[in-house]
């Protein structure tokens, strides 16, 4: 059964920076993109970075020039470096392969990591 384990939030100042980590327990791992996603109260979860199967990164508006996602296939391992945090960024974040139908996933969600941004 495939199963995300994330972690690496914690509170932290606005402009602080954290680094989140994602075990994935996924099979033929190498044949998946991934991806961070968040969700903050009172609104729907967003897609936050991706990557796939040939290292190529995508990223939110919102996340682009502040954060980066990377993966090691060997270690079954997805991270996201954040920088320059903001209080928006305040939110659960998880990791999971998206599918190819838009805002589709292959796999349930894990119980995600809090990052807090505040001062």
């Known amino acids: 059964q495939v199963q995300f384990v994330e972690s690496g939030g914690g509170v932290v100042q606005p402009g602080g920076s954290l680094r989140l980590s994602c075990a994935a327990s996924i099979p033929s791992i190498k044949i998946y993109d991934l991806a961070w996603y968040r969700k903050a109260p009172g609104k729907q979860r967003e897609l936050v970075a991706s990557i796939d199967s040939e290292n190529n990164p995508n990223y939110s508006d919102s996340a682009k020039g502040r954060f980066s996602i990377s993966r090691d296939n060997d270690k079954k391992f997805v991270y996201l470096q954040m920088s320059g945090l903001k209080p928006d960024d305040t939110a659960v974040y998880y990791c999971?392969?998206?599918?190819?139908?838009?805002?589709?996933?292959?796999?349930?969600w894990g119980q995600g990591t809090q990052v807090t941004v505040s001062s």
């Open positions: 999971n392969a998206p599918s190819t139908v838009p805002g589709g996933i292959f796999f349930a």
